[in-house]
């Protein structure tokens, strides 16, 4: 119904044309919102550890999606179909690469096909090789336990971003990224002081599988081996695995099993078991950050601690 102008008389309307004006409306207001939610900048990342990086690079110049979640296995986890399709939408995804993300790489790899910009930030510091186990040879992804290789990263993502993402203040970007770097190479000089004290024939470290290689080489120690003989967690160790590593351990002296604070011990358990000498069990934070107010909800927190740990396992005390 309708009132004619003319006349002042109602007069009806027909049901196609009142149905074609709300249709009309319905689509204005969804290409409304769609406009909105795809009017802001957006940058994808696949870790959290970068993630977190990231947003402090960012801060509020666009929205920052960090894929996974906190106490997730970067090597297993996987994306949601709206979190797929956010990759593709993207100004900018960043990615660890060097096959950390294994269950995520195609989405990425598919995105970078289709046109959006992609960093790999393993690839671009300096990534080292696994020396030992059944991932001898390939490159180690694991390079932020090193903080000098984080803060070259810094650089570099704060880079890709004003490069880009559209609409972003340069300015502020850089100096995020200058007070952000600062910090990282504050951790750096903290670490190195930490370790002093743990004397150099104590310096040897064994792990659930190999994740601190960027670390021993920075800050001198020496891998003895991992419980798991590979760079990522989802392999599993045989018998005679085992049965060298205790060896090793034996013969070194080892004090300290670190195992991942995010999946279960029982490997190093076991492993502890299989050793004639006594070995404790410490946990650390070496693949994924925690949720807020569990020990490593932040990069920066999670180092941290992890230097805290390893001085107290390999300590004298």
């Not at 004639?276 to 950050?289: H, K, Q, R, T, Y």
């Amino acid at each position: 119904m309708s009132i004619d102008s003319a006349t002042g008389r109602t007069r009806r309307v027909p049901a196609r044309l009142l149905l074609a004006s709300l249709a009309g409306v319905l689509l204005l207001g969804v290409s409304g919102c769609a406009g909105s939610e795809q009017g802001r900048p957006s940058v994808v990342v696949t870790t959290n550890i970068l993630g977190d990086i990231t947003r402090n690079i960012v801060g509020d110049e666009a929205e920052v999606t960090v894929l996974m979640q906190a106490g997730a296995d970067p090597h297993s986890f996987g994306v949601s179909a709206p979190q797929a399709a956010s990759i593709e939408q993207a100004d900018l995804v960043v990615y660890n690469g060097l096959g950390l993300e294994e269950n995520v790489l195609r989405h990425v790899e598919a995105a970078e096909e289709a046109g959006v910009s992609t960093l790999a930030v393993g690839e671009a510091v300096d990534p080292l090789t696994y020396t030992a186990g059944e991932s001898a040879d390939e490159p180690d992804p694991h390079f932020w336990t090193d903080p000098e290789r984080v803060s070259k990263a810094v650089g570099l993502i704060a880079d890709q971003v004003t490069e880009h993402v559209r609409g972003v203040d340069r300015t502020v970007v850089a100096k995020n990224a200058s007070d952000y770097g600062s910090q990282v190479t504050g951790l750096t000089s903290w670490m190195r002081k930490q370790f002093s004290d743990i004397p150099s024939e104590q310096r040897q470290l064994v792990t659930n599988h190999h994740v601190f290689g960027y670390l021993a080489q920075r800050f001198g120690f020496r891998i003895v081996g991992a419980v798991i003989p590979s760079g990522t967690s989802l392999a599993s160790p045989s018998a005679s695995d085992l049965k060298s590593l205790s060896t090793a351990i034996e013969t070194a002296g080892v004090k300290a099993i670190f195992a991942d604070s995010s999946q279960p011990d029982r490997l190093a358990q076991v492993l502890k078991r299989e050793s004639d000498i006594e070995v404790d069990v410490v946990p650390l934070f070496s693949e994924s950050l925690t949720a807020e107010g569990e020990g490593a909800a932040t990069y920066l927190e999670m180092m941290r601690a992890n230097t805290r740990s390893i001085s107290t396992g390999l300590g004298t005390e």
